[in-house]
């Protein structure tokens, strides 16, 4: 009996042991299931806080890019266009050619002429404009029409640049083929839209007689002081014409054939008649020139031949102009208040 008591005490202590045992175990179990949930908790934070940090830098980044480009001031793309007359006209003006005048004082008054080139800067020009002038031992009027010319192209809002071309060598002087060559090489430097064909002894009066081209060629020297203000003869077509690109090439230019004085322009006056086009003019008060006195040039003598030329137009003004403008170019200098062409010719042909 005693025995038995024995064993059965024995046995509870086990069952005790085992007991404590295995709460020991499921403590300790549950010990590190809280441990490390505590861990993979830290881990998600940290991973959410770095999440959240990208986040934020990303926005301030688009904050930045977006602020300047809020903050940056509108600026036009374009600019507007002129207006068809200029607010700058004077009307008639009574002119005046000092003696002592020099070309540092014209490139003075003009200091927005760079290399022969002007471009208004308050608004875009409505067309582009090549004033050409024949040229050979006139130093004074030139300086007389630089200066004058300058300011009243300004006036009227004009993106012009003016060709000055110099004919060299002892030949007779040619105007018509000088002003070709004017042409053919103002084309070369810029897009032009008008082309003013300028003698160089005639200034403008009015500033109110446009120099843009129309949709017809264009004589713009109604009148002139030593004509008393009238036109020379009908149909009179010389010292400054306007015609488009269009227009000029449409003739095929001047003729090449006219050597010494007179008639060239008549020649170009009968070329736009054929082609069903017609002269227009500006009003008799506002088309008037001022032609500076001079004794007519040695190797400008009068043509003899030029009638026997006129007659001829209808037969050679297809191969006789700018397709046929042959010359030796000697030099291009642009010059601050204008662009120099130098050119020679060789003799001129006899005429048949």
């Known amino acids: 009996m005693a025995s038995n008591s024995y064993v059965f005490h024995l046995f509870y202590k086990f069952k005790v042991l085992v007991l404590v045992s295995l709460c020991l175990m499921v403590l300790w179990t549950t010990f590190n299931y809280l441990v490390d949930s505590g861990e993979q908790f830290s881990k998600a934070k940290s991973i959410v806080e770095s999440f959240r940090k990208v986040i934020s830098l990303q926005d301030s980044q688009k904050e930045e890019k977006i602020k300047p480009s809020v903050k940056a001031p509108t600026v036009k793309s374009f600019q507007s266009h002129c207006p068809a007359v200029s607010p700058y006209l004077r009307g008639a003006s009574k002119l005046t050619f000092k003696a002592s005048l020099t070309l540092e004082e014209v490139q003075k008054e003009n200091p927005q002429v760079v290399k022969g080139r002007y471009h208004p800067t308050e608004c875009s020009a409505l067309q582009h404009v090549a004033i050409l002038i024949p040229y050979r031992n006139r130093e004074k009027h030139l300086l007389y029409l630089l200066e004058h010319l300058h300011p009243f ?100 230019g001047f003729s090449n054939s006219y050597w010494g004085w007179g008639a060239e322009d008549d020649d170009l006056r009968i070329r736009v008649q054929m082609q069903n086009m017609k002269v227009v003019r500006p009003s008799a008060n506002v088309g008037r020139y001022t032609m500076i006195f001079h004794k007519r040039d040695h190797g400008n003598e009068v043509n003899e031949d030029r009638m026997k030329l006129l007659r001829q137009v209808s037969k050679t003004w297809k191969k006789d102009g700018l397709n046929s403008c042959s010359y030796k170019l000697l030099s291009v200098e642009h010059n601050p208040l204008y662009i120099n062409i130098t050119v020679d010719f060789s003799m001129q042909p006899k005429i048949s």
């Open 153 to 252: 192209l300004q006036r009227q809002q004009l993106d012009y640049g003016i060709y000055v071309i110099h004919q060299a060598g002892s030949t007779k002087f040619n105007r018509a083929k000088l002003l070709n060559v004017g042409y053919l090489e103002a084309v070369k430097e810029a897009n032009w839209d008008c082309f003013i064909f300028h003698d160089v002894d005639l200034v403008p009066e009015n500033d109110f007689n446009s120099y843009m081209c129309d949709n017809q060629p264009k004589h713009l020297v109604v009148g002139r002081n030593s004509t008393g203000y009238r036109l020379r003869y009908k149909g009179y077509f010389g010292g400054v014409t306007a015609l488009t690109r269009d227009q000029f090439s449409k003739v095929n």
